[in-house]
């Protein structure tokens, strides 16, 4: 069974910046697609980035030019750097690694940014 453990939530001041890492560990099959997803309160989890083994990457539009996510393959971790924050960007940010019969999830981290 594949586990997520996810660092770096936190609290951040309106244009700072920071960074989340979520490493996995355990029986991963291919693990070609990790990324990031966030909720706020009362809306649906939506999807932030992500990046597959061959380092594709896709970004909600809302990020773009200020969100990058990376990944080491050896490692098994994928990182959100996030700069610029704003308000909006407020949220659970929970990790996800795609595998072909399961997604794995990580239990989340709580990013809040302050005005």
């Known amino acids: 069974q594949v586990q997520l453990v996810e660092s770096g939530g936190g609290l951040v001041q309106a244009g700072g910046s920071l960074r989340l890492s979520c490493a996995a560990s355990?029986?991963?099959?291919?693990?070609?697609?990790m990324g990031w997803y966030r909720q706020a309160p009362g809306k649906q989890r939506e999807l932030v980035a992500s990046?597959?083994?061959?380092?594709?990457?896709n970004y909600a539009d809302s990020v773009k030019g200020r969100f990058t996510i990376s990944r080491d393959n050896a490692e098994n971790t994928v990182y959100l750097h996030m700069n610029n924050m704003k308000p909006d960007d407020t949220a659970v940010y929970y990790c996800?690694?795609?595998?072909?019969?399961?997604?794995?999830w990580g239990q989340g981290t709580q990013v809040t940014v302050s005005s």
């Open positions: 996800k690694l795609q595998d072909p019969w399961t997604d794995y």
């Open positions: 355990g029986s991963i099959f291919s693990g070609n697609v």
């Open positions: 990046i597959t083994r061959a380092g594709s990457t």
